[in-house]
């Protein structure tokens, strides 16, 4: 079982950066990977970075260039730096983590943080 807990959400100015973390109860170590994911209003929620247990990464093509994801197992959390923000990056952001057992996909979810951008 993996809880997660986000932080590092808030109000900036478009052109900011903001740095948000997940902090895992559980070992991280084990995940096949970690994603920040984003639900902006009315839209569905989508992804936006991901790491894999081999440091692998992956973006959605309106964050990449901006918005590194790193994580530390060690210390059990994800990071997301997010630079260059802007008015669309408006959105909460949820951290998830996705393990693989015997072929089964478990998804875990934090509560998710708001970040809001001002144009």
């Known amino acids: 079982q993996v809880q997660l807990v986000e932080s590092g959400g808030g109000l900036v100015q478009a052109g900011g950066s903001l740095r948000l973390s997940c902090a895992a109860s559980g070992s991280i170590f084990s995940a096949n990977s970690m994603a920040w994911y984003r639900q902006a209003p009315g839209k569905q929620r989508e992804l936006g970075a991901e790491?894999?247990?081999?440091?692998?990464?992956n973006y959605v093509d309106s964050v990449k260039g901006r918005f590194p994801i790193s994580r530390d197992n060690a210390k059990n959390t994800v990071h997301l730096q997010m630079n260059s923000l802007k008015f669309e990056d408006t959105a909460v952001y949820y951290c998830a983590a996705h393990i693989v057992r015997l072929g089964i996909v478990y998804n875990y979810w934090g509560q998710g943080t708001q970040v809001t951008v001002s144009s």
């Open positions: 790491i894999t247990s081999g440091g692998s990464t």
